[in-house]
């Protein structure tokens, strides 16, 4: 039996972090979804599939299993569910997925290129460059498009030895930024920084046609300074 | 006889269509016309011609028959008309037409080049490149203007083997952006998702100046997986 | 004595043409002012200067005669006043000038390039590239800037044989645009134009770096679709 | 003992200027701080660290002395306060600092590029090129980083015999913006004009890539038309 209330809590959270991507500017017409985890009480909740924003309401928001087996009747649930089942099952501590076509994060996606960490702005965030995927076979389009879509993601922090706690986004070859985090707020904040970061670090690049990434130090103090045991940033 | 309510209802969908181009960002000024056709009726809708939005009624569209003959006493219609007149004589299952100068559009437009499929952003809407028209002689241009921007629209689809309801728009050389769909609403959508991969199209070749287009097996995916009797995406 | 009614009437228009600066993004703090002449009358009436927008009012633009010299007390004219009477002296059938830093419109003249017609857009309201001033010399600085600034203003459209009528607006080198007009509203749309052309000129050359300009029959159609004896365009 | 009535002041145009930086576009998520000092009274007071600012009230802003030591019990203090600190110690006139990470001015930062006088928006409030700092050494970020991030900006000014009041900001080395002024609302009028000349002059490059600045004469023209004994820009 489901606990209604954490349901309940769990379907307004990521309402409004659904309402916040195109709010942000992050999303045009129906392009994005946020989805929460709750590994304990073995439920996810995710935005429905193609509702416009502005008719959405929270009680539409779609409960499944951890698998992504739907729980409740109701509304068909965003078609990148699997991406997002397959990001639980391998990111600990990753409680929320969000999946935009932001401009910016799209534009390096579909340049098939990392983003470099350029500057602070980045490397409060990210710790160190956004990884992009390979792009998918033919044969992993063809047989479960989003769940491979989750597994290359996976595979590209796998074999850059990234820690998804430390780097929470990546593009997608060819298709676009998803970013994750401790809550669905801070997922959706993760997705407004990347898109940020990606815009800045394209006209970097334009301003200067040979500008290396920040050294490590720097990154190093940007990021521990938000993050982990010795940040000082904030009011905690 | 014509049939008042459905024209009162056709005319207050082209007169939201119309002012959802300024509310997305597409249209300064006048530089917007949205219509939509009945073919069973036999009659045309469409914005009056230099009219500022934010005066705009419901009331002022123009209608007309199947050949662009006004219907009505009233206002003059949109100097675009004899081009939706071609591109409905031409393309079945189009049901409206929209015309803007968006800005990103009108740059792929005045660059002179089709824009690639460079992502699934793209994909999801168009089937395929959006093709650019060949330039307009001094003849056309000389002898029936508006007609012959609906010719050459036409030509380039038949010429490429281009289906228009698979690519539900164009960018007419020097010129600007043609989208179309079932319904008004959708033609619009279908300019808000020309500007948006315009933008991506460019930046993307400047983040990586030599970038493919995404495979055919990645686009065929994301086509249809919105498009045709195995979509999937959304509430249907 | 002065005709208090036309006053009046003159001094609303020119604040709400001032007004729409910052509304339509043209303006940020103070930069931009918008004048309206009227020759019958012996007025100009000038925004003050650097007036912000939000507490600005009416009674607050500035009465000149025609030669710039203060009518009434009040505020002190906008300093690039003497610029709007050398124009208005030089150019017979403009009774509005605009003059902004709007960004893009900028670029152009800090680069120093004439916007060439790349496309229709251009083409509706500008009848021909849209040209750059030469650099003012040190001397011409130095003795009386703003005046000197209206002069070359003259002498590029004296020397390229162009009608400010029918181009109405420049770029003044290393500085910014000015645009005019049969009326304020309409002298402040052009600067709407002019900022949307620059911009869209911009990255037309960025997707194609060989692009030309538009044909002049094409220029010719546009341009005479919305002007002239044998205009179309519009409800006129 | 605090004189409150002008502690609370201070507070109220702190908590105001830094409202100004997201309504201005300038700031996305806590990006930015701007802070007060008030040396006949020894004291500061500067933006909490890290509190959004849609709840962010005037009274969490947080006091310190002239060296940055909270003189009151409250909220951690913007974690760039020893910037500032740095900055007010060095440079005598200027009462207020802002720091943002706003998109134009972070990409030269990155790029590391001074930002060359391209026009007079620029010269309107900067009197010759915006500096770039040099990078921090691994040294200096790990000893004390926010105070050598001061530092660096004032070796920056003196190594370059650069003027602080005529030049009223800086860009940190692959970090982002500094400005400051001689009241908080300058500071952020600094902050807005910064970014939109950081923008100007990228596309000035893009553009005519053999663009050079401005000549000094009319630098020298724009730059004391509003400053300085001799300025006639304004009603003052």
Known sequence: MLNEQLIMEMKE???????????????????????????????????????????????????????????????????DLATHVELYKAFEGVNAVVHTHSKNAVMWAQA????????????????GMVPCTRQLTAEEVASA??????????????????????????????????????????????SIVLDEIAEMACVTEVVNDAVPPIPQYLLDKHYFRKHGVNAYYGQY
Chains 1, 2, 3, 4 share one sequence.
């Open 112 to 127: 098939g290129r990392e983003i470099p960490a350029y500057g602070t702005t980045h490397a409060d965030t990210f710790y």
């Open 145 to 190: 498009y989003e769940v491979e879509t989750g597994k290359v993601i996976i595979e590209t922090f796998k074999k850059g030895g990234i820690d998804p706690i430390a780097v929470p986004g990546v593009l997608v070859y060819g298709h676009g930024p998803f970013t994750w985090g401790a809550t669905p707020q801070k997922a959706v904040e993760n």
């Open 13 to 79: 959270r990521v309402f409004e972090a659904n309402l916040a991507l195109p709010e942000s500017g992050l999303v045009k017409l129906t392009w994005g979804n946020v989805s929460e985890i709750n590994r304990e009480a073995g439920v996810i909740v995710i935005k429905p599939s193609g509702v416009p924003y502005c008719t959405m309401k929270a009680s539409d928001m779609v409960v499944t299993d951890l698998a992504g087996e739907l729980l409740e009747a109701g509304m068909k649930p965003s078609s």
